[in-house]
């Protein structure tokens, strides 16, 4: 996979996430709260600067309310 392929699948999951969060009116500290994850750690996946585990997409998925693969591209 081309290393542009990847950021575009980071920055993918990192608007969706951000979406989400937004939506239920969440700040990054909040979200890291349900999450379970640090703050700085949400800021990045956001960002696209994480590359984001299957652990962590079950987790952040939980705590949005959605399935997994919804953050998928």
Do not use: C
Not at 18 to 42: A, D, M, P, T, V
Not at 45 to 63: D, S
């Amino acid at each position: 996979m081309r290393t542009a392929d990847i950021k575009a699948i980071k920055a993918q999951v990192g608007a969706g996430v951000r979406k989400l969060r937004e939506k239920k009116g969440w700040s990054q500290e909040q979200l890291g709260f349900e999450s379970g994850l640090h703050r700085n750690y949400i800021g990045g996946i956001e960002r696209g600067e994480r590359n984001v585990g299957l652990v962590t997409v079950a987790k952040l998925a939980q705590a949005l309310g959605i399935r997994p693969r919804d953050l998928l591209p």
